[in-house]
Structures are given as C-alpha cells and as structure tokens.
C-alpha cells in the first residue's frame, strides 16, 4: 500500500498559514489579509492583520494572495480517470483517493450505484479497506441503488428492487458506519419501513432515481428522509400542477438538493435558480470512471444508447462552474464544503473555525484553481 501524498512527518508544535483572505465556507469571509493557525490536526485559531510570528516550533508560511478555504467534501462520486470504486482493486482506489486529495477534495463518499445484493458485501469490504488506508479523506460510503424506482436512468433496470430491510439490517450489522448515505426511491420503499431502519442507524437517506409525487415526497421526509441526489436528473418533471420530487426539493427546508454542476445535467440558467431557492444546495461531480461501458464528451459520461451516466467534474471545476455563474466566493464555497458536511452531520468538516479539522484549500484568487493542500494539518 503506498503511503499517503505528501505526507510530511515531524511538523512542528504549530502552522500558522498567512493568506489574502479566509473563506470560511458557511458564508463568510475575513479582511485581508488573514492568518490561521492549526495543530495536531485541528484550527486553533484564525484572525486578520500579520498574525503570530514564528518561533523554534511554531512554523509561519505566508501564501501570498490565496484564498484559504475549507477543504471540498463530494457525497457523490464514482470513480475518477478508469477506476471504478465499485470494481477496482482496493490499491487502485487508494491511488485515485489521492489523486482526488490532491484537487482539493479532502472528503469523500465512494459512491457504489446498483448490483445484485449478493454483490456488495464484496464492494463493501474493498470501501472499508480504502477507508482504514485512507480515514482523512474517506468518510463512508454512498449507496446509490439498488432500491430505484420509475426513473432509473443510467442504472441496470434488472437489478433494481424493493426494499430488502433483511438486507439493510446485514449492512448494517456486517459493516456498522461505513455506510453513510443512501438513495433510494420512496416508491420502492411503499411503507418507508426501509428509510426509518438507516435514519434509526444514522445513515442519511436521499430521495433520488425516483417518480414520487409531492406529497410522497412529503412523506418519506417525515420518515427521516433529509436529501434529494442530484435535483432534476432521475426524477419526474417539475410541473406547475404536480411538483413531484424536484418541487419537495426546492420547497421542503428538510430535503436538501444536491446538483451536479457540470452544465450539461443542468442548464446553468436552472442551477442558478436552485442555488438561489437553497442556500443549502450541496454541489457534488458524481463523477464516473471513463472506461467502458462509458464514454466521455463535452464533461459528461454516457452509455453506448447515449444515456448520460454521470460526469467527468473534479470538485475545484465545480466550484469554478458554480462562481462562473455569478455566485460570490463565499456561496460557492458553502455549496461544496459546509453543506454537503452539515448534511452527512459532520460539524468538523467543511467549515474554518476553531476546532474543526485542518482540512484546506488554498486558492488562486482569480482563477480559483487549487495552489495547496492540507489534509488534517499536513500538506499533499
């Protein structure tokens, strides 16, 4: 197994990183310039102005005039370049972890969408695998499937299925946490029997693939349901009559949308729209592996019928599409950093304030293009 990128042993008592700006990925930023200091893997403090000087252990790096932002966190991603998380080899994984680490994306959920149910104590074990080699930058594991229901997109229809609470309760009990969030459709789910097991076991349940109308929609969020992947792609349509699930999205304050920002699901004129409705819109790639059965064109991923299948985003292209589209730097950190962490639950992640973890980006002020990285107060 190879060792982690750019891991850098013997860091001193503290860092102090000197910047143009703090983005704090809930919404703020800090005069210029700023500074913020970390040790044993945490914030200690931030503030403006030169900030502490350094000493015998205490280190100063001044990174001109980057932005230092949270790190960004993705519940939806696949596989990167040709690795597949749901096939590849635990070696494989691990490397393109790193790779993705290296962008800037310092949380993760791999993301396994619909097998056979005999097929996932096998994919799960590999996932938990990566996750024991990699625990700073993968979180768990998203399931997206197999529980899909009238729109199953890109998904094998053959595999798709009802709840299987037996199932669900061997996940759980084989492979406790890792398992953070799971998409599935209300009507595969007819008595949410299913989404009340993974809310009681703490898994976060998304409403997604799915042809549940708004009042369905409504009911599978009084069961605990708290997401909806990926708003407007595998759903019914947004009518003026009969909202469906992509109305529930953007009017229900429980159900948090996330969006894949490639331009290509969603017009920019409708991602734009939704990010002004929620504030709390989590923007994710759900990036696949561009080997077969996929093809790659113009940032998506689609089958041979020409199915879009997902896209080939890394999350510091995200946060570019997202500020191209006239949002501030501030919102659109939020989208990738702070909201897709408040809605695994994960108050240390995501956000630069004492106490959380050192995860951060430091960004060209610009281009925001990604200049740095700190993993858990260590550089890649």
Request: hydrophobic content about 50%.
């Amino acid at each position: 197994m190879s060792t982690p990128l750019g891991v850098v042993e013997g860091i001193p008592g503290s860092l102090t990183l000197r910047c143009a700006r703090i983005v704090n990925g809930e919404g703020g930023q800090s005069p210029s310039p700023a500074w913020l200091t970390m040790a044993d893997g945490r914030i200690v403090a931030t503030g403006s102005g030169a900030g502490p000087a350094a000493t015998e252990h205490d280190l100063v790096v001044d990174l001109g005039d980057a932005l230092l932002a949270p790190g960004f966190v993705d519940v939806q991603v696949n596989g990167t370049g040709d690795v597949d998380f749901a096939t590849a080899t635990v070696e494989e994984i691990v490397a393109a972890v790193d790779g993705l680490v290296a962008g800037g994306t310092t949380g993760l959920l791999l993301t396994i969408c619909s097998a056979p149910l005999g097929a996932y104590d096998a994919m799960l074990q590999r996932a938990a695998a990566v996750r024991a080699a990699r625990p700073g930058a993968v979180i768990g594991v998203h399931l997206e499937g197999p529980f899909l229901g009238g729109a199953p997109g890109a998904h094998p229809p053959d595999v798709l299925r009802a709840v299987d609470l037996p199932f669900l309760e061997h996940v759980h009990a084989t492979f406790g946490d890792l398992v953070r969030l799971v998409t599935l459709a209300p009507e595969a789910d007819p008595d949410l029997a299913g989404t009340r097991f993974l809310v009681e076991c703490g898994v976060v349940v998304a409403l997604g693939h799915s042809t549940v109308n708004f009042q369905g929609a409504r009911a599978a969020a009084d069961a605990g349901a708290t997401m909806v992947t990926h708003l407007f792609n595998g759903m019914g349509p947004l009518l003026h009559r009969s909202p469906g699930l992509a109305g529930a999205a953007l009017d229900d304050p429980r159900l948090v949308p996330s969006l894949i920002a490639d331009f290509v699901h969603v017009h920019p004129a409708l991602l734009r729209l939704a990010l002004n409705a929620r504030a709390d819109a989590v923007l994710v790639t759900d990036a696949v592996a561009t080997a077969a059965p996929f093809t790659a064109r113009d940032g998506a991923a689609y089958l041979a019928d020409g199915t879009l299948a997902g896209s080939t985003l890394t999350m510091d292209a995200v946060l570019r599409n997202a500020l191209s589209l006239g949002l501030s730097v501030a919102k659109a950190v939020r989208h990738t950093t702070a909201n897709p962490a408040r809605v695994l639950g994960l108050a240390e992640r995501g956000r630069i304030a004492p106490g959380a973890r050192a995860d951060l980006v430091a960004l060209d002020p610009t281009t925001a293009i990604v200049r740095a990285v700190w993993v858990g107060g260590r550089p890649v």
